[in-house]
């Protein structure tokens, strides 16, 4: 099973230039988690502070017991092992076919002979769709296969966390569909806690057991899938309905008194957008563990949450109001 990571009070400027502050969340163990925000939020940066390869100015990330921005190099280094990266790109090497490519961290971190190598790398060929496609360079490959291949590769180390940054971008809104399903089969499958970024918002809708928002600077929110979902905060449902009047603009340089004013006069549309179901893993691969570990954990904290966020769960989860009530718990 994935395991958690726990993020405290973190900060990230470069020179004078915050990017976020003050950021507090857990993305909880094995579940699937949305980081949302319009471009330029800070949202590749804040993955790349969970690894440790930026380090923020205040706070932590606790990754088992390693704080990924201040413990010693050599504990994060080792801690870095437990994370499976897919970058926007791929980032897969031009020269190398995609076997190599997806070979590449088993080689390089490794001392595994090459037999096993090509059983590893096969079976996670296997897993992303793309068996027959191994000897293929990236350049003749289409971006849906590339991203794939990118995921295979993150996968080759067996990580408890898997981070993936937009792994719509440059996708056709099919593939999107595609990619959807391949995430959350393979956190069925592996039972990794996984972390995406992304602008999509049918991902955004469909994937995640969590999502949070970056923007201006903050952390807007971050709990279970309904809290956004169903949140009038201007920011977050403009977002999610994909609006242009409200405070989110074209200018990334807005002052702070032309936001407050723009927040305070946008009013949420009527009615927020439905809630669809969370995609089902494909037939066969049974139910992700998650699924109950999560169902748990958010009877717990379903007294601290918003009221519409309450009651879509309740109505997902089919828990009675009254029976809540009454017996300070849902059955
Ligand atoms: N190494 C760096 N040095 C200085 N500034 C940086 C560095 N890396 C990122 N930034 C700045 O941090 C800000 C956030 O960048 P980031 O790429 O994390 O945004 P994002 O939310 O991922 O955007 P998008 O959705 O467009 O990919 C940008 O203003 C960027 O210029």
Request: contains cysteine.
């Amino acid at each position: 099973m994935g395991i958690e990571v726990r993020v405290e009070g973190l900060t990230k400027s470069f020179g004078r230039q915050t990017i976020w502050q003050d950021v507090s969340l857990t993305l909880p163990a094995g579940e699937v988690s949305v980081m949302l925000g319009p471009s330029g939020t800070g949202k590749t940066v804040f993955l790349k502070s969970l690894i440790g390869l930026l380090k923020p100015e205040h706070g932590r990330v606790l990754v088992d017991g390693v704080d990924m921005a201040r413990s010693p190099e050599r504990d994060i280094m080792e801690a870095r092992k437990k994370f499976g990266l897919m970058f926007q790109d791929g980032a897969l090497f031009g020269s190398m076919n995609l076997f190599d490519n997806i070979a590449f961290p088993l080689r390089e971190h490794t001392r595994k002979k090459e037999a096993e190598i090509r059983r590893i790398v096969m079976e996670r060929i296997e897993l992303v769709g793309l068996v027959g496609a191994e000897g293929k360079l990236p350049g003749e490959i289409s971006g849906g296969m590339r991203k794939r291949a990118g995921l295979a590769r993150a996968l080759v180390l067996d990580p408890e966390v898997i981070l993936c940054d937009e792994p719509d971008s440059g996708l056709d809104p099919v593939r999107t569909a595609f990619i959807s399903q391949l995430l959350i089969d393979l956190n069925t499958r592996i039972d990794a806690t996984m972390l995406i970024v992304t602008h999509n918002l049918d991902i955004a809708a469909t994937v995640p057991d969590n999502m949070g928002m970056l923007f201006r600077r903050e952390l807007v929110a971050f709990g279970p899938r309904e809290v956004l979902l169903t949140s009038r905060e201007p920011v977050v449902a403009q977002f999610l309905t994909a609006s242009k009047a409200g405070p989110i603009g074209m200018s990334e340089e807005k002052d702070a008194a032309t936001l407050a004013a723009e927040a305070a006069a946008y009013t949420p549309p009527a009615e927020p957008k439905a809630l669809v179901p969370q995609l089902e893993p494909s037939a066969g691969l049974g139910e992700r563990a998650a699924v109950a570990r999560r169902r748990e954990r958010v009877r717990g904290l379903l007294h601290t949450l918003p009221e519409r966020a309450q009651s879509a769960i309740r109505a997902a989860y089919g828990w009675e109001r009254s029976a809540w009530a009454h017996h300070g718990g849902a059955s």
